[in-house]
């Protein structure tokens, strides 16, 4: 059997740090510890090349328990559009509301600002977000249907949270200044 091959690495002192924690942590010996993180990074490497490490984590986070899923644009769409036309679509909305007051109230006590909040959802992919001032944003859909879910939740949740939160509507824009938030 051939004998493995030796290297040898130099750790900056956090790097060290963090090294030696996670070895701790894991029980693993240094040699085990190095060949799985190279194997994890090997398999995971297109998470670092195309993502944000915050929006991973935010998937990560919200998949993990339990309370989202993953839906297809096209059904999120259509979903939308049918309950326009739904004789009982005006439930829905008071529904809707009651669900972004709860969501108001697991943010409040995470202490989100109302820019994190932003960032949170479009995360979920519901738009795609520029900041175009301080406090300043600009909420960009692929199609108006969704422009009226978004920005009922975030009428509600950032009043649910005591923030102080214009929103003007476009085409398929929305326009977020926050006047007053944490």
Avoid at 22 to 27: E, H, S, V, Y
Avoid at 156 to 172: P, Q, T, W, Y
């Amino acid at each position: 059997m051939k004998s493995p091959e030796r290297i040898t690495v130099a750790l900056d002192e956090e790097t060290a740090g963090l090294f030696k924690k996670m070895k701790d942590d894991l029980g693993m010996s240094q040699s085990e510890l190095m060949r799985e993180s190279l194997k994890f990074f090997g398999k995971h490497k297109m998470l670092f090349e195309f993502a944000e490490d915050k929006k991973v984590y935010t998937h990560a986070e919200m998949l993990s328990a339990g309370e989202h899923v993953i839906l297809d644009i096209d059904h999120w769409i259509l979903f939308l559009k049918f309950i326009e036309t739904h004789p009982d679509k005006e439930k829905f909305w008071d529904l809707h509301k009651e669900v972004c007051r709860a969501h108001a109230e697991q943010f409040k006590h995470k202490l989100f600002n109302a820019e994190s909040i932003l960032k949170r959802l479009e995360v979920c992919n519901l738009f795609n977000m520029n900041k175009t001032g301080k406090n300043e944003f600009t909420l960009i859909f692929g199609s108006d249907a969704p422009k009226k879910f978004v920005r009922m939740e975030l009428e509600e949740i950032f009043a649910g949270m005591g923030f102080l939160v214009e929103i003007k509507e476009d085409f398929s824009k929305l326009r977020v200044k926050v006047i007053h938030d944490l």
